[in-house]
């Protein structure tokens, strides 16, 4: 699954912390299902719930909800657009008064085409982009890149 791999990449990237300490990082799928109907192809739909679990967060959770989130954007925006304005869930368990384990879930779904070779010899598998959703105010570009609190960069423009 493309997108376990790309938000540990994506998270490591925006989060000083995860590049000193990588093993304070657990990424997991949990729950996951395959959803397919009988049709003229044996395409196919990964459903599952990744789980990102955080140790010893010392940082300000905001450095690591705004990342998250902009995550979200790019690799299942349609999260962003759910009738309950919740694209994940978390839950943190205090240590002390600076650390705590953060336990993040985000329900995630990867599409796969798959088609038979015209020769027989087997099935190609494309693996498609999510859908790229048009502005939802005329005129108004904004994203979740190069975002900053007060003087902080929290999101850098990605390059990622």
């Known amino acids: 699954m493309r997108k376990a791999d790309s938000l540990r990449r994506w998270l490591t990237a925006y989060i000083p912390d995860m590049k000193t300490h990588p093993d304070r990082m657990q990424i997991y799928v949990e729950g996951g299902t395959i959803a397919s109907r009988q049709s003229r192809t044996l395409s ?20 690591l909800m705004v990342p998250v989130l902009a995550w979200i954007a790019k ?11 919740a694209p994940f869930t978390f ?5 002390d008064s ?10 995630l779904t ?17 693996r498609p982009e999510e859908p790229s959703f048009v502005d939802a105010f005329e005129g108004v570009n904004a994203s979740f890149s190069g975002i900053f609190a007060g003087h902080e960069t929290l999101v850098p423009d990605p390059g990622v």
């Open 91 to 95: 839950e943190a368990e205090l240590l």
């Open 98 to 107: 600076e650390t705590s384990d953060i336990e993040i879930s985000i329900d």
């Open 44 to 63: 196919y739909v990964y459903q599952y719930t990744l789980k990102v679990l955080i140790c010893d967060f010392a940082g300000d959770t905001d450095t």
């Open 75 to 85: 690799e299942q925006p349609q999260l962003l657009r759910r009738q309950d304005s």
């Open 110 to 126: 990867e599409n796969r085409v798959v088609t038979a070779r015209p020769n027989g010899s087997g099935y190609d598998i494309e």
